[in-house]
């Protein structure tokens, strides 16, 4: 356990981002915090907006070999042979689509064999008990299933959320908003039959693990969301270049207390880049991709009032 447990940070680090662990839980209905149902037209009275926070997060795993979720981010189909992707072959998409770039994928079952897997759990673990509040707002919403525009944003909330029975984040608490939050626009796309596919877009995600902070740099996302209906994501997978730079930061500043961390993510990720080759022939971002759901979740408005796009 101990062993996952050093590990966990720098595992989060490639894959994941959570914000603070607040402090307030999501049941907190003092009166100066006390949710507003007309949050929605106080602050944005000409767009509709929907707050979905992830309650599962999952690694994109290749089934069968070659096959991954993903996006083709380069906008090319490579093999071995392609000097500007470090001579890292593409994947195929589920329903054969060429050209997707999942680096992270091979190195799923190296994790897993190495007898740490559990890291996984430990993932969901913290989502479930706040650790990690990653949440998708959707604006300018006007329908659930088709709609000609609709802009994507990544946040990050705090709070300890309400657990139902079978120990899943409940459906439409309401949460703090993080100081560290990114309120990173991910772009405008078009909803038809309930999915939007939006990006690029350049993000520097704040990560909270054990107490410490952490920054994960990723370029050139995408994130794609299939709605169920206004409490939930249905399925969701984000993605994109995660710079070995911010990975090799990340496991220095764990290294500090955890012996040899940074030694073994080095070992993991030195060759694993794929995007974004410099001038010296290095490609400096390494391409991955995570499925999630969501359910719907609310700002306090005190937190969100002056809040603009």
């Known amino acids: 356990m101990?062993?996952?447990q050093r590990c966990l940070p720098l595992l989060l680090a490639t894959t994941a981002a959570c914000a603070d662990a607040g402090t307030a839980p999501a049941g907190d209905t003092s009166a100066d915090t006390?949710?507003?149902a007309a949050f929605e037209t106080k602050v944005a009275p000409f767009q509709t907006r929907r707050?979905?926070?992830?309650?599962?997060?999952?690694?994109?795993r290749q089934k069968p070999f070659g096959?991954?979720?993903?996006?083709?981010?380069?906008?090319?189909?490579?093999?071995?042979?392609?000097?500007?992707?470090?001579?890292?072959?593409?994947?195929?998409?589920?329903?054969?689509?060429?050209g997707i770039d999942n680096q992270f994928s091979l190195l799923v079952p190296l994790i897993e064999a190495s007898g740490i897997a559990a890291f996984e759990s430990l993932?969901?673990?913290?989502?479930?008990?706040?650790?990690?509040?990653?949440?998708?707002?959707?604006?300018g919403l006007d329908s659930l299933t088709d709609d000609p525009e609709v802009t994507v944003r990544i946040r990050a909330g705090q709070g300890v959320p309400l657990l139902g029975t079978d120990g899943k984040v409940l459906t439409g608490q309401t949460f703090h908003l993080s100081k560290r939050d990114p309120a990173t626009v991910c772009g405008k796309g078009k909803l038809a039959g309930?999915?939007?596919?939006?990006?690029?877009?350049?993000?520097?995600?704040?990560?909270?693990?054990?107490?410490?902070?952490?920054?994960?740099?990723?370029?050139?996302?995408r994130v794609r969301l299939q709605i169920a209906d206004d409490k939930r994501i249905e399925a969701g997978l984000v993605g994109g270049g995660v710079t070995l730079s911010s990975i090799a930061k990340?496991?220095?500043?764990?290294?500090?207390?955890?012996?040899?961390?940074?030694?073994?993510?080095?070992?993991?990720?030195?060759?694993?880049g794929d995007l974004a080759q410099d001038a010296t022939?290095?490609?400096?971002?390494?391409?991955?991709?995570?499925?999630?759901?969501?359910?719907s979740a609310f700002f306090y408005p005190a937190d969100v009032t002056q809040d603009k796009l």
């Open 2 to 4: 101990k062993t996952m």
């Open 123 to 139: 993932l969901q673990a913290s989502v479930e008990s706040g650790g990690v509040l990653l949440m998708v707002e959707l604006i």
């Open 250 to 272: 990340i496991a220095k500043t764990a290294a500090e207390d955890q012996g040899n961390i940074d030694d073994i993510v080095e070992a993991l990720t030195s060759n694993m």
């Open 194 to 221: 309930g999915v939007i596919d939006v990006g690029p877009f350049d993000i520097d995600l704040p990560l909270q693990v054990f107490g410490k902070d952490y920054t994960l740099e990723m370029r050139g996302g």
């Open 281 to 295: 022939g290095t490609c400096t971002q390494m391409s991955a991709a995570l499925t999630f759901t969501g359910v």
């Open 51 to 60: 707050l979905y926070v992830l309650d599962t997060i999952r690694f994109a």
């Open 34 to 36: 006390k949710p507003d």
């Open 67 to 98: 096959t991954v979720l993903g996006w083709n981010l380069d906008g090319k189909v490579s093999g071995e042979d392609d000097k500007a992707t470090c001579g890292k072959k593409d994947f195929v998409s589920p329903d054969g689509v060429p």
